[in-house]
């Protein structure tokens, strides 16, 4: 392991130093090694850059930079992971997707694209490295959601059970804005241990009630998936939260703190933002078909796109049908018996590219072969509609509810399970992690 330790750092300190022998400059460093990958000590700079930059912006402050290192350090190596997960996937942020989160960031923020390159660079960071740390987050967050996507299971009869629920409601319901503080408790942990970790949440909540910055005792304390956001979760229905949340939240009105609780992880402290009224159900469906391509050790993914393309011309000139080249040649047994038609659907139920070309696509228009993690495609749209009636939408919302809490939690234990199954360490210490 020491031989093989010493090649890694050996190769990236070259990789660092070759063409600069003109003159001396401070090399940059591994500071973690997690599985066959490195974090390097500007990595950590960078990070905390963007940290300390989204926290001056909205007046925040921000704990001790030893802790503030241990939570950035902390998201980079579950980063690095998933960002391997990615690669094992094949999975790539091209330059247009890229472009277009940024430009709606941008907005978000109410800047332009190059107001916000100014911001950055007031701040000491670069626009280069800003959009490769945003490329890697788009890539880590497309490789969890596949990744979560396989663990869940849904079955009819919870949808049922639900959408009688959501039938005996009205169209609207009240939606929460709530930060979380989570205290871990290790697998191994005594008795005495679990019972400090109690008296800690104990004293955060007291603090809290006494008006302590709940977002600041977060940064510093807080090892759930929204610490470095400050405990914020943003806004969500009761149906929508993680199941500790929603059975906690009661009747609790704007500003009340909830808490200590237990789960299996630990300790939980959630403090009600805001409360919002009413919120209408509306939902935009659509009709599509596809054919679907994948590759294999005969078919490469030069030759999917080459027969596609060739498949798609063919339609448009008027050579071939549709229907009956899905048929023929859609690797998606499912929607090819029925001329490659998928129904009415959300787009929320397809993989990010799939979906991103059923919301864009001009209705009618056939396009271009693309690719995702189930193979090579072309689509068209056939039809869009606007569903907001209950009574029509309901299973649909059903199913996306049902979606989203297993996603949170399931997220979070396949995160867990990917970092106690990496190799992780640090070169400076002769103690391995993970």
Do not use: C
Request: proline share 3%.
């Amino acid at each position: 392991m020491k031989k093989w330790k010493s090649s890694l750092l050996g190769l990236t300190l070259l990789s660092l130093t070759a063409g600069s022998f003109a003159a001396p400059q401070e090399l940059d460093k591994v500071v973690t090694i997690v599985n066959d990958s490195v974090i390097l000590q500007s990595d950590v700079d960078a990070m905390l850059k963007t940290v300390q930059m989204n926290a001056a912006s909205q007046n925040q402050p921000l704990p001790s930079n030893d802790i503030l290192t241990e939570q950035v350090m902390e998201k980079l190596i579950i980063e690095t992971l998933q960002l391997q997960q990615a690669e094992q996937f094949g999975i790539r942020i091209d330059d247009t997707r890229l472009d277009q989160a940024i430009s709606q960031l941008a907005k978000e923020r109410q800047m332009t694209v190059p107001q916000l390159q100014q911001m950055l660079s007031d701040n000491g960071l670069s626009y280069a490295m800003f959009r490769e740390q945003m490329r890697r987050d788009m890539t880590a967050s497309e490789a969890r959601t596949i990744q979560v996507r396989r663990r869940i299971n849904i079955l009819p009869q919870e949808v049922e059970t639900l959408a009688e629920q959501l039938n005996k409601q009205t169209q609207q319901g009240v939606k929460y804005s709530v930060s979380h503080i989570q205290l871990r408790i290790g697998e191994d942990a005594t008795a005495v241990q679990r019972d400090e970790v109690l008296n800690q949440a104990q004293e955060l909540v007291k603090e809290l009630r006494g008006g302590a910055d709940f977002a600041n005792l977060a940064y510093s304390y807080s090892k759930g998936p929204k610490a470095l956001q400050g405990g914020e979760w943003g806004w969500m229905r009761k149906e929508e939260m993680p199941t500790i949340f929603a059975d906690q939240i009661k009747s609790n009105g704007k500003g009340a703190i909830i808490g200590p609780f237990r789960s299996g992880v630990g300790y939980h402290i959630l403090k009600v933002n805001d409360v919002q009224g009413l919120e209408t159900i509306s939902v935009t469906e659509v009709k599509a078909r596809h054919i679907l391509l994948k590759t294999s050790v005969i078919l490469s993914d030069e030759g999917a796109q080459r027969q596609l393309e060739q498949t798609r011309q063919a339609i448009l000139k008027g050579d071939q049908n549709f229907a009956d080249a899905a048929q023929v040649l859609s690797a998606d047994p499912g929607s090819a018996a029925n001329g490659g038609e998928l129904g009415w659907q959300t787009p929320d139920i397809y993989v990010p590219e799939f979906k991103d070309k059923v919301e864009t696509l001009p209705i009618g228009t056939i396009s271009e072969p693309f690719k995702t993690v189930h193979g090579w495609h072309i689509v068209e749209v056939l039809k869009r509609r606007d569903v907001d009636r209950t009574d029509a939408a309901v299973k649909n919302r059903a199913y996306r509810i049902l979606f989203s809490r297993k996603f949170n939690e399931e997220a979070q234990a396949w995160l867990q399970e990917l970092r106690a199954g990496a190799y992780i360490e640090q070169p400076e210490d002769d103690n391995d992690q993970g």
